[in-house]
């Protein structure tokens, strides 16, 4: 059985073997204290010399209830399943609506037994509420209803306020947030490319919908992979308009022309800060398959992960991020998830 072949990772060897290239050690301290230093910590430092990697290290003793470190998570994803149990905010991660509304659609989910990569968000109770009620009892129809748009108020439920829920600016049913800033901080980091919306910028929704399906059916690590390529895309983009826009602060790239490589190498900066290997080489062999399967295994790993990969670059590719759509940049960011996961 041949491997599949990506092209990419032949027209780009150079680039893509600095692009993984693990940082030195003075590259991450400099990376970490100007991390820190932008969070406005104090007392704390990341050396990245000992055998065990990087460190978080105190330079006082800290006391009971101090804030040592505050910080939005690089990269994060609701599992679809858990999108039944819980609605959240699609960038935070908090709760939002209303206890009524959280219990609302975890009973009108189960009514209906919809499964978690179609159920309804907050803006569909309109929908929600005809046709495939029919035959449900009223009386239960009518109290998931009241709990939806809320109408009925249970017992003590004042004393736990969630945020309002805020949709997604590009329109799509599958993200919400708790506030405006939440939903403008996902907008420009990721959400923008990956939106089904008809606000989207995604090149192509269809090829992003069948994207999103086969992660659902196969493993939703792929969705994460995603939001790291569209991170890296739209931070480049970002870093060429600041270029363009102030040429006389780039001494090596002072003509908005001259982009390229080197304003991508900075665009997967943080990034680069996480450890990685292929996806198909540091999984763990699963307890059904033999040992003498384990080369096919792998294969078969590898295999899916370029599938993937070729339905993403129908969605968002980008011409001058190329590199980011090779096989062996995608395999390290899928192994970079399997192995620090949390």
């Known amino acids: 059985m041949a491997a599949s072949v990506c092209p990419i990772d032949?027209?780009?060897?150079?680039?893509?073997?600095?692009?993984?290239?693990?940082?030195?050690?003075?590259?991450?301290?400099?990376y970490f204290q100007e991390l820190i230093a932008e969070r406005k910590c104090k007392g704390i430092r990341v050396n990245p010399e000992g055998e065990h990697g990087k460190g978080v290290y105190a330079d006082f003793d800290f006391i009971e209830g101090d804030l040592i470190l505050k910080d939005q998570m690089l990269v994060g994803a609701q599992h679809s399943s858990n999108k039944i149990d819980c609605l959240v905010c699609s960038f935070c991660f908090q709760f939002i609506g209303s206890v009524e509304l959280q219990i609302g659609k975890k009973l009108y989910l189960?009514?209906?037994?919809?499964?978690?990569?179609?159920?309804?968000?907050?803006?569909?109770?309109?929908?929600?509420?005809?046709?495939?009620f029919i035959d449900r009892s009223p009386l239960l129809q009518d109290t998931i209803e009241s709990l939806m748009n809320g109408s009925m108020r249970l017992p003590f439920s004042e004393k736990f306020p969630l945020p309002s829920v805020v949709s997604c600016p590009g329109g799509c049913r599958e993200a919400y947030y708790c506030s405006e800033s939440c939903a403008k901080a996902d907008w420009d980091s990721f959400h923008s490319l990956l939106c089904t919306g008809k606000g989207s910028k995604s090149s192509n929704i269809k090829?992003?919908?069948?994207?999103?399906?086969?992660a659902n059916e196969t493993n939703d690590i792929f969705i994460l992979a995603a939001k790291v390529i569209s991170f890296s895309i739209l931070r480049y983009?970002?870093?060429?308009?600041?270029?363009?826009?102030?040429?006389?602060?780039?001494d090596s790239m002072n003509l908005c022309t001259n982009y390229g490589f080197p304003l991508l190498l900075e665009a997967w900066k943080p990034v680069s800060m996480g450890y990685k290997r292929r996806w198909w080489d540091c999984i763990a062999l699963p307890e059904d398959v033999d040992s003498c399967d384990e080369a096919m295994f792998r294969m078969q790993i590898r295999d899916l992960a370029f599938t993937s990969l070729e339905i993403l670059k129908e969605a968002m590719y980008d011409k001058e991020c190329e590199p980011l759509f090779?096989?062996?940049?995608?395999?390290?960011?899928?192994?970079?998830?399997e192995l620090n996961n949390l």
């Not at 600095?18 to 050690?25: A, E, G, R, Y």
């Open 10 to 30: 032949s027209q780009y060897t150079d680039q893509i073997s600095t692009l993984l290239k693990s940082p030195s050690p003075h590259q991450v301290k400099e």
């Open 110 to 132: 189960q009514e209906l037994g919809i499964s978690a990569d179609n159920e309804c968000g907050p803006s569909d109770r309109t929908e929600c509420s005809s046709g495939s």
């Open 207 to 214: 090829a992003l919908l069948k994207f999103i399906q086969h």
């Open 237 to 250: 983009r970002k870093l060429k308009v600041a270029q363009c826009e102030n040429p006389e602060k780039h």
């Open 326 to 337: 090779s096989l062996e940049i995608y395999g390290h960011i899928i192994g970079m998830f």
